[in-house]
């Protein structure tokens, strides 16, 4: 199935969405707007490091992303976690799994032996990437050609949380790479609304937003 996208059953989506509402780790404010890096204004913030914090919730992600693995990448020989975020979750799922796993950086170290890729890796093995977010697929697919330049066979991308933009779901159709995410920016949206977390209004609002980030100005 080359270059598909996958979620998770829905009923997975949405206990994946709760576990990262529950810790904090998504904010929601419509009304007051966040700055992203790219200097885009969004009405969401997701910051899933905060997950690492709380065991119990830390255990049900990994085991979630395990199962995906395992289900959607049989054939897996290596996983690779992306700077910084990917790594601890790369890690985790590798050690519970019993497979290699090395990370990579957003660029090579500029001392000792200059290493982009850390870790111990041979030409050619199946390798699933790890990530903890996917936006719009940029700097998730520029890991892949890192590790394709290496050699290796990167066969998919596992993630915890996608907001789903149409750039993303073209960039992996154009890579030829399934990707497959824990849970996804509609699920977590139905979510909110159900527990009350936002309105009706709010969630137009966000769902708006969407369909058009990089020229959404905020409600104001």
């Not at 799922?93 to 290699?100: N, T």
């Amino acid at each position: 199935m080359q270059g598909s996208f996958y979620l998770r059953s829905m009923t997975n989506a949405k206990a994946v969405a709760e576990k990262l509402l529950q810790v904090n780790a998504v904010k929601l404010n419509p009304e007051q707007p966040f700055t992203w890096a790219s200097g885009w204004k969004s009405p969401i913030y997701c910051d899933n490091r905060k997950v690492l914090s709380f065991p119990f919730i830390r255990d049900y992600i990994k085991s979630e992303m395990c199962n995906v693995i395992f289900e959607k990448f049989p054939e897996a020989e290596l996983l690779a976690g992306v700077a910084t975020a990917g790594i601890a979750w790369g890690a985790m799922a590798a050690d519970q799994l019993k497979l290699p796993y090395i990370y990579v950086r957003p660029k090579p170290k500029e001392h000792g032996l200059g290493n982009q890729i850390e870790g111990f890796y041979e030409k050619g093995q199946k390798t699933v990437v790890i990530e903890d977010l996917v936006s719009t697929g940029k700097s998730s697919l520029q890991v892949v050609d890192v590790l394709k330049a290496q050699g290796l066979n990167v066969i998919g991308m596992v993630s915890i949380f996608t907001y789903g933009f149409p750039a993303a779901t073209e960039a992996f159709k154009a890579a030829s790479l399934p990707y497959q995410s824990l849970t996804d920016y509609p699920s977590l949206i139905e979510l909110a609304l159900k527990k009350g977390i936002i309105s009706p209004e709010q969630e137009g609002i966000l769902l708006k937003w969407r369909d058009d980030p990089a020229g959404w100005k905020g409600t104001l």
